[in-house]
C-alpha cells in the first residue's frame, strides 16, 4: 500500500518539491520509498521502489506511456522518441538504434577528443571559470559536430535561445505552473526561441537532402535510417523533432555528469590521484584512441559512482494509458508517477552508506543496465525507453575527463557553496566555480 501523506503540498512547496533535492530524499527515507502528495489539484504518486520501478518501466511498460504529462514541452520537442508512445515511438525506435550502436563508438571518439582539446586547450592556469559553463560548451560542441559535421557558425544566437528555453522547460512539468498560453516574459521568450531553433535546425536538414555525397555523421544516418519493418524513413518534421530531442537530451545531461566528477573528485583525493595514476599509465599524454578507453577502468567507476550520487536525470514521470495496478492498488487511466533515481541511488535499503562516494563499489561491475543491478541503479532509464544514447554520453565522459586528468585537475574555489539543483536536469548550483591546476 503506497502511503498518501496527509499534507497537500501548497503552491509554494510545489516550488520548493523542484527546488529542493533534500526535501524529496528526507520524505523518501521517513516515509518509505514510495509516497502520493497532492500538489495543488493533481495528485502525483513517486516511485523509488526497485519492484514498482521494474513492473511500471517494464514488466507494465505497455500500460505506462508519456501521456499528457510531457505535452507542456511539447512545442518545442514535438513527437521526439522521448515524448512520444506506441506505436510511433516503437517505429521511431526501430529506425533509430542502429544509428547509435555501440560499434558507431571509434567515429565518435575522433570528434569527442577534437572538441575537448579546443575547449581545455584554451583554459588559463589559475584562472576561474565555471565548471558547468565549461562541460556545457564541450558537450555542446561534441553533439552538434556529431551531428552535422560542422561547428555552429554564430554561436551567440544559440546560447540566447537555448538559456531562454532552458528557462522555461526547467519549470514545465510543475503541475503548479502557469498555462504556456498565458503570456509571462519567459514564455514569450519561450517561444520566440523555440520558432528560431525549429527553423534553424529545418534549414540544415534540406540543405543536407540536397547534398549527393553527405558527410558521416547522426543527421545523414537518420535521413538515411529506414524502419527495418516497413522500409519507410522519417518525414522532415519527424526528423526536425527527434534532432531537437538528441541535442536536448544529449548535451546537459553528459555536462552535468562531467562537471559533477570533477567536483567529487576534487572532495576525494584518493580517488583523484589514482585516477591520474591510470590515466598517466594508459595514456600518458597522447590523445585518447578508441581502444584505449576500456582499459580506464577506475574511470568507468568514477563515472558511474557519479552516476548514482548525482544522477543528470533525476526524474522522469509515467501517465497511465488505461486503468492499471502498481503493487497491487488500482491506479486510474491519467495518473502520473514520478521516476526518482535521485531517491533511489540514496537510499540505505538499496545501496549501502548511500551518501558516500565509493568508486570501487563498481568494480566488480561494469554495467549500467538497471537489470543487473535489480531497479536500484537506472541513470539511464530501464525498460523499453532506457536512453538510446548512453553509449554515447559514457563514450564522451571518459574521453573529456581522462584528456582533463592529462592536463591537471579543477580545483573547486569555492567547494563549500555547491548545492544540487533541479531543473530539467540535476545541476550544481553556480555552475561550480573552479581552477586548472597542473598535476
Ligand atoms: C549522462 C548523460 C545522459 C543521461 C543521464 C540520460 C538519461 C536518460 C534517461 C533516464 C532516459 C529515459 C527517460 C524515460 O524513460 O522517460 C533517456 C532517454 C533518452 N535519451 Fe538519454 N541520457 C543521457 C545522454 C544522452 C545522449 C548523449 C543522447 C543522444 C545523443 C540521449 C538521448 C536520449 C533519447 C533520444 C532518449 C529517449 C529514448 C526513448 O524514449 O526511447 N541521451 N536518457
Avoid at 204 to 218: F, H, M, N, Q, S
Avoid at 259 to 268: E, H, I
Wanted: aromatic letters at 6%; glycine letters at 6%; charged letters at 20%.
Amino acid at each position: 500500500m503506497i502511503p498518501h501523506l496527509k499534507e497537500t503540498l501548497t503552491l509554494k512547496h510545489a516550488r520548493s518539491m523542484l527546488d529542493a533535492p533534500r526535501f524529496l530524499l528526507d520524505t523518501a527515507r521517513q516515509s518509505g520509498p514510495a509516497f502520493k502528495v497532492g500538489v495543488g489539484p493533481v495528485t502525483l504518486t513517486v516511485i523509488a521502489e526497485p519492484t514498482m520501478l521494474q513492473q511500471v518501466l517494464q514488466k507494465d511498460a505497455r500500460h505506462w506511456g508519456r501521456g499528457t504529462a510531457v505535452d507542456p514541452i511539447r512545442p518545442l520537442l514535438g513527437n521526439g522518441l522521448p515524448l512520444s508512445d506506441p506505436p510511433l515511438w516503437l517505429t521511431q525506435r526501430r529506425t533509430m538504434q542502429p544509428s547509435f550502436h555501440k560499434a558507431r563508438g571509434p567515429q565518435w571518439v575522433h570528434v569527442m577528443r577534437e572538441m575537448a582539446a579546443r575547449s581545455l586547450d584554451a583554459l588559463k592556469p589559475n584562472e576561474e571559470i565555471s565548471t558547468k559553463t565549461l562541460m556545457m560548451h564541450i558537450a555542446r560542441d561534441i553533439i552538434v559536430r556529431a551531428m552535422f559535421s560542422q561547428s555552429l557558425g554564430d554561436i551567440r544566437p544559440f546560447d540566447d535561445a537555448l538559456g531562454e528555453v532552458e528557462a522555461y522547460v526547467s519549470n514545465a512539468l510543475n503541475p503548479a505552473k502557469l498555462p504556456l498560453w498565458v503570456p509571462t516574459p519567459t514564455h514569450v521568450r519561450f517561444k520566440r526561441s523555440t520558432v528560431f531553433l525549429h527553423a534553424e535546425i529545418q534549414r540544415v536538414i534540406e540543405e543536407r537532402r540536397k547534398l549527393a555525397e553527405p558527410p558521416v555523421d547522426l543527421l545523414t544516418m537518420l535521413i538515411q535510417a529506414t524502419d527495418p519493418e516497413t522500409g519507410i524513413g522519417m518525414s522532415d518534421q519527424q526528423l526536425r523533432d527527434e534532432v531537437m530531442n538528441i541535442f536536448f537530451a544529449g548535451h546537459e545531461t553528459t555536462a552535468n555528469l562531467m562537471t559533477w566528477a570533477t567536483y567529487l573528485l576534487a572532495q576525494n583525493p584518493s580517488a583523484l590521484e589514482r585516477l591520474h595514476a591510470e590515466v598517466k599509465s594508459v595514456l600518458g599524454s597522447r590523445l585518447p584512441e578508441p581502444e584505449d578507453l576500456p582499459k580506464l577502468t577506475w574511470l568507468g567507476c568514477v563515472i558511474r559512482e557519479t552516476l548514482r550520487l548525482y544522477p543528470p536525470a533525476w526524474m522522469f514521470a509515467r501517465q497511465a494509458l488505461e486503468s492499471t495496478e502498481l503493487d497491487g492498488m488500482k491506479m486510474n487511466k491519467g495518473d502520473v508517477v514520478l521516476v526518482l533515481p535521485w531517491i533511489t541511488h540514496r537510499l540505505e535499503k538499496n545501496w549501502a552508506n548511500p551518501d558516500a562516494f565509493d568508486p570501487s563499489r563498481f568494480e566488480a561491475q561494469s554495467s549500467t543496465d538497471a537489470g543487473s543491478w535489480k531497479y536500484t541503479y537506472l541513470p539511464f532509464g530501464a525498460g523499453p525507453h532506457v536512453c538510446i544514447g548512453n553509449h554515447f554520453a559514457l563514450l564522451e565522459a571518459t574521453v573529456v575527463l581522462a584528456m582533463l586528468a592529462q592536463r591537471g585537475r579543477l580545483e573547486p574555489t569555492k567547494p563549500e557553496a555547491v548545492k544540487p539543483k533541479m531543473g530539467a536536469t540535476l545541476y550544481a548550483d553556480g555552475g561550480l566555480p573552479a581552477r586548472l591546476v597542473a598535476g
